[in-house]
């Protein structure tokens, strides 16, 4: 399976402010997407990240709250832009195995923003 | 749309075994999935099962899938202290992204 790495793994940020997470695959992959996790809450798709390409938004979000990179077939980031409290939540980066369709994640981003 | 529900707390003794219940909606879902989240990690794909399967077993978990009533199972045998996570359930329906339940908070008390 890929090993995902993210980072930061958790940072306390001001209102207003924006953060960049960013996500590292050992391998190169296909389909790579960043969910939110809100406390308490399950796991919401923000985005799929389109590798030369724009992502494509789930409702509810636009590009100018979370812009996506993707570069390459290893790596993303996603922007948390102006953040605010309710923007305060678990960001997880994820993949999924062309041949099985298994979703792997990584350990998450813990946002808190203050 | 597409739901997955799940009860969301389970308290079992150690020792024990632990069935955690999941239904969904999509007939279509090729696979079920079952993922661990222990505190302050990401998500771990415990197990998953094809959907033209009834049971799969893997050491001390069973996933049993009656795909009649669009209900999954995940049990436990001998559970231990270390098992204490949420344990989402998701299914994967054909062309689609992801749907994960809510989660169920399992607790193994001593």
């Known amino acids: 399976s890929a090993v995902i790495s993210q980072k930061p793994s958790r940072d306390i940020c001001q209102r207003g402010t924006s953060l960049t997470i960013q996500c590292q695959v050992d391998s190169q992959v296909t389909m790579m997407f960043w969910y939110r996790q809100q406390p308490g809450q399950s796991l919401t798709l923000i985005a799929t990240?389109?590798?030369?390409?724009?992502?494509?938004?789930e409702s509810g979000f636009v590009i100018d709250k979370f812009p996506i990179s993707r570069p390459n077939l290893t790596f993303s980031t996603l922007t948390v832009s102006n953040m605010s409290p309710e923007d305060s939540s678990i960001y997880l980066c994820s993949v999924e195995e062309q041949n099985t369709g298994e979703l792997f994640f990584g350990e998450g981003s813990r946002l808190t923003v203050l | 749309g597409e739901d997955v529900e799940q009860s969301l707390f389970l308290s079992v003794r150690e020792g024990d075994s632990s069935v955690i219940n999941c239904t969904y909606t999509d007939s279509s879902s090729t696979y079920l999935y079952w993922y661990k989240q222990e505190p302050g990690a990401g998500l771990q794909l415990l197990t998953y099962i094809f959907s033209n399967m009834d049971m799969k077993q893997d050491q001390r978990l069973t996933v049993l899938l009656n795909k009649k009533d669009k209900h999954l199972s995940l049990r436990i045998a001998d559970t231990q202290t270390g098992d204490s996570a949420i344990y989402f359930c998701a299914e994967s329906p054909y062309g689609q992204n992801f749907v994960f339940g809510p989660g169920t908070r399992l607790s193994v008390l001593p």
């Open positions: 990240a389109n590798q030369g390409s724009e992502a494509t938004y």
